[in-house]
């Protein structure tokens, strides 16, 4: 009963940003990047894209991310 109430009137997000970690470079010349992702629980996104994320966490405080370089993000809807 209580889960579906929280999806009737609760709106929660989780986002996914998957920043650029350690860069490690080969004796061929070729590179290794890793990802060093981090969750945020969102209650409204105000705007997304792959360089600049707005938005407001469970406990109200709104976030504003720009980055320099197009990162991946993964969005995906709790309740």
């Keep these: 009963m209580i889960e579906w109430l929280k999806k009737l009137f609760k709106e929660e997000w989780e986002l996914t940003i998957f920043f650029p970690g350690a860069t490690q470079i080969l004796?061929?010349?070729?590179?290794i990047?890793?990802?060093a992702p981090k969750t945020y629980r969102a209650k409204s996104i105000k705007k997304i894209s792959d360089k600049h994320f707005k938005f407001i966490d469970t406990t109200g405080v709104l976030h504003?991310?720009?980055?320099t370089a197009p990162v991946g993000?993964?969005?995906r809807k709790v309740y």
Excluded at 27 to 31: E, F, I, L, N, T
Excluded at 64 to 67: A, D, L, R, S, T
């Design 27 to 31: 004796p061929d010349g070729s590179r």
């Design 33 to 35: 990047e890793s990802g």
């Design 64 to 67: 504003e991310i720009k980055v």
């Design 73 to 75: 993000y993964d969005l």
